[in-house]
Nanobody, 120 residues
Framework: QVQLVESGGGLVQPGGSLALSCAASGNFFSMNAMGWYRQAPGKQRELVARVTSGGFTNYADSVKGRFTISRDNAMNTVYLQMSSLKPEDTAVYYC??????????????WGQGTQVTVSS
C-alpha cells in the first residue's frame, strides 16, 4: 500500500509564492508518474502538473510559466513551486502517484489534499 503525505499550502496574497511537497511511502516496486491535481469549489478535479520518473513534465496551460514541478526519485518526493499566484489558483491541491506494487500491479494513489488560498 502506498501512502502520500502532503505538506505546504496555506494562505498567500495574489502575486505571491507557495511551495507544496508530497512524500510517498510504503512498499512498492516502482514509482512512475507523480503529480499534482487541484479542485476548486463547484469544479472538477484537474491536472496541474505531472512529472515522470524520467523527468518528463507536463503542465496545465493555466499554470505554465508560473508553476514548476520537480521530483526527487531517491526520496520518492514530488514538489510544486507556485509563483505569481492568482485568486483562481485557490483550490484543494492533491498529490497523485502512479506506479507498480511489488506484485507488479498498477497503483494509483492520492494524498489527502492541502488547501491553497490566494486572497488579499
Amino acid at each position: 500500500q502506498v501512502q502520500l503525505v502532503e505538506s505546504g499550502g496555506g494562505l498567500v496574497q495574489p502575486g505571491g509564492s507557495l511551495a507544496l511537497s508530497c512524500a510517498a511511502s510504503g512498499n512498492f516496486f516502482s514509482m512512475n508518474a507523480m503529480g499534482w491535481y487541484r479542485q476548486a469549489p463547484g469544479k472538477q478535479r484537474e491536472l496541474v502538473a505531472r512529472v515522470t520518473s524520467g523527468g518528463f513534465t507536463n503542465y496545465a496551460d493555466s499554470v505554465k510559466g508560473r508553476f514548476t514541478i520537480s521530483r526527487d526519485n531517491a526520496m520518492n518526493t514530488v514538489y510544486l513551486q507556485m509563483s505569481s499566484l492568482k485568486p483562481e489558483d485557490t483550490a484543494v491541491y492533491y498529490c497523485n502517484a502512479i506506479g507498480y506494487t511489488v506484485l507488479r500491479e498498477i497503483f494509483d494513489a492520492w494524498g489527502q489534499g492541502t488547501q491553497v488560498t490566494v486572497s488579499s
